[in-house]
Nanobody, 125 residues
């Protein structure tokens, strides 16, 4: 596995978590990175992404204003800061990467070529 998502856990509604996506065998510098999530019985959906070519970001409407994606080149890591978490945010979160993507980051999961194992986020009181 070349990508590793971590940072999930149990949090109460209204709480925060920061997910990390780290690459072990390649640099993320030239990779557009996306975060996806999949709840039981539901399709995997795009949550956020950050483009390597122009630095632009995307947020799904359901998380806009609560989640923030960022990149730390020195640590070869992309973060997803999740605030004001709701029970509907509970899911397995995956990070994915695609190299040399030009323009805005893709929201279609099939455009990503490298996937990490997911990290479970549970939001419950």
């Amino acid at each position: 596995v070349q990508l590793q998502a971590s940072g999930g856990g149990l949090v109460q509604p209204g709480g925060s978590l920061r997910l990390s996506c780290t690459a072990s065998k390649f640099t993320l510098d030239y990779n557009t990175v996306g975060w996806f999530r999949q709840a039981p019985g539901k399709e995997r959906e795009g949550v956020s992404c950050i483009s390597s070519s122009d630095g632009s970001t995307y947020y799904a409407r359901s998380v806009k204003g609560r989640f923030a994606i960022s990149r730390d080149i020195a640590k070869n890591t992309v973060y997803l800061q999740m605030n004001s978490l709701k029970p509907v945010d509970a899911a397995v979160y995956y990070c994915a990467a695609v190299k040399n993507w030009f323009g805005s980051c893709p929201t279609n999961r099939y455009d990503y070529t490298n996937w990490g194992q997911g990290t479970l986020v549970t939001v419950s009181s």
